[in-house]
T-cell receptor, first 114, second 115 residues
Framework: NAGVTQTPKFRVLKTGQSMTLLCAQD?????MYWYRQDPGMGLRLIHY???????AKGEVPDGYNVSRLKKQNFLLGLESAAPSQTSVYFC?????????????FGPGTRLLVL | AQTVTQSQPEMSVQEAETVTLSCTYD???????LFWYKQPPSRQMILVIR??????QNATENRFSVNFQKAAKSFSLKISDSQLGDAAMYFC????????????FGTGTRLTIIP
C-alpha cells in the first residue's frame, strides 16, 4: 500500500519553464490537496479537489493550475515558473472534508527555480 | 482570519525525558479541530494527534498528549519518554469545523533529541 506518492522528488527549472507535478493516491480518497512549504512558514494550501473533475482555489493559487481527470491523480502545473515558486510541494488526500478527517501527505517535491 | 503561532523555533530534550511544545491560535469560532503533525527528515507529514474543540478531555496517543486550554486558545503537545525517532519538525494546525475549510499551520518547532 503506497499511500500518497509524488513525482518527481526534486526538480530544477529555469525561469519561464513549465512543468507538472504528479500526485497519486491508492486509498480511493475523494479529496486531494496541493500545499507549498516555505522556510519559516507552515504549509499553505494552493488548490484542492473534492472529486474527479472538480478543483478549487486555496490560499495561494496564483501561478498554478491543477487538474483531476482521474480520481487517484491530482496534477499541479506551473505554466511559467518564477523564482518565487521555489518551494517544497506536498500533496495530500483525505476520504472526506470533515474537519477532523486525517489528511495523508506525500513525501514532497523540492522545486528550485533559477 | 485564523492564525496559529508556535513561538519556539527549536527545542531539545534528553532521550527518555519529557518535552512540551507550545502552540497558540486565534479564532472567533467555537467549533474547530486542532492537530499536531510531525515532519521527520524524510519530509513526509504525519498526523500525531487531533483534538476536537468541543471535547474537554485532552487527547492522548501513547506517549503523546495535549494540554488543550480553549479559553486561553492554547494547544501544547507533550512528548513523554522521548525517543531518537521523535526528532522532527512539529507543526500545530487548526481547522474550522465547517465545509471545506483549509488547514492553517503554524511555523513549526524543530525538536532535537539528545542521546
Amino acid at each position: 500500500n503506497a499511500g500518497v506518492t509524488q513525482t518527481p522528488k526534486f526538480r530544477v527549472l529555469k525561469t519561464g519553464q513549465s512543468m507538472t507535478l504528479l500526485c497519486a493516491q491508492d486509498m480511493n480518497h475523494e479529496y486531494m490537496y496541493w500545499y507549498r512549504q516555505d522556510p519559516g512558514m507552515g504549509l499553505r494550501l494552493i488548490h484542492y479537489s473534492v472529486g474527479e473533475g472538480t478543483t478549487a482555489k486555496g490560499e495561494v493559487p496564483d501561478g498554478y493550475n491543477v487538474s483531476r481527470l482521474k480520481k487517484q491523480n491530482f496534477l499541479l502545473g506551473l505554466e511559467s515558473a518564477a523564482p518565487s515558486q521555489t518551494s517544497v510541494y506536498f500533496c495530500a488526500s483525505s476520504q472526506n472534508l470533515l474537519a477532523g478527517e486525517t489528511q495523508y501527505f506525500g513525501p514532497g517535491t523540492r522545486l528550485l527555480v533559477l | 482570519a485564523q492564525t496559529v503561532t508556535q513561538s519556539q523555533p527549536e527545542m531539545s530534550v534528553q532521550e527518555a525525558e519529557t518535552v512540551t511544545l507550545s502552540c497558540t491560535y486565534d479564532t472567533s469560532e467555537s467549533d474547530y479541530y486542532l492537530f499536531w503533525y510531525k515532519q521527520p527528515p524524510s519530509r513526509q507529514m504525519i498526523l500525531v494527534i487531533r483534538q476536537e474543540a468541543y471535547k474537554q478531555q485532552n487527547a492522548t496517543e501513547n506517549r503523546f498528549s495535549v494540554n488543550f486550554q480553549k479559553a486561553a486558545k492554547s494547544f501544547s503537545l507533550k512528548i513523554s519518554d522521548s525517543q531518537l525517532g521523535d526528532a522532527a519538525m512539529y507543526f500545530c494546525a487548526y481547522r474550522r469545523n465547517f465545509g471545506n475549510e483549509k488547514l492553517t499551520f503554524g511555523t513549526g518547532t524543530r525538536l532535537t533529541i539528545i542521546p
